[in-house]
Nanobody
């Protein structure tokens, strides 16, 4: 069974930066498109960023475009989310997940297309 473990969350002031990591168990990482999502209290889980298995396709939510950068390291089975210029509205639990389809490197922003969700890591941005 594939397991994903996120880390790197914490408390940061507005304007600060954090880098989240998500380690994936097993060799399936190399053929998997990966995504980051977040969920704030009382809100639905929302798409943040996604990266294709070969890193050639990347997508961001409009709310984070220009501030966040997703990347991956296949040697470490890890996907990263570098978050700069953080805002209080970025406060949420951040999750990584694996695209359930492994046929094509076309990324999706729909949470229902993902599986093997991690436990999440809390990001809190103070004003």
């Amino acid at each position: 069974q594939v397991q994903l473990v996120e880390s790197g969350g914490g408390l940061v002031q507005a304007g600060g930066s954090l880098r989240l990591s998500c380690v994936t168990s097993g060799r399936i990482f190399t053929i998997s498109n990966m995504g980051w999502f977040r969920q704030a209290p009382g809100k639905e889980r929302e798409f943040v960023a996604a990266i294709s298995r070969n890193g050639g396709n990347i997508a961001y939510a409009d709310s984070v475009k220009g501030r966040f950068t997703i990347s991956r390291d296949s040697a470490k089975n890890t996907v990263y989310l570098l978050m700069n210029s953080l805002k209080p509205e970025d406060t949420a639990v951040y999750f990584c997940a694996r695209d359930r389809q492994t046929i094509v490197p076309i990324i999706t922003s729909q949470p229902s297309d993902y599986e093997s969700w991690g436990q999440g890591t809390q990001v809190t941005v103070s004003s």
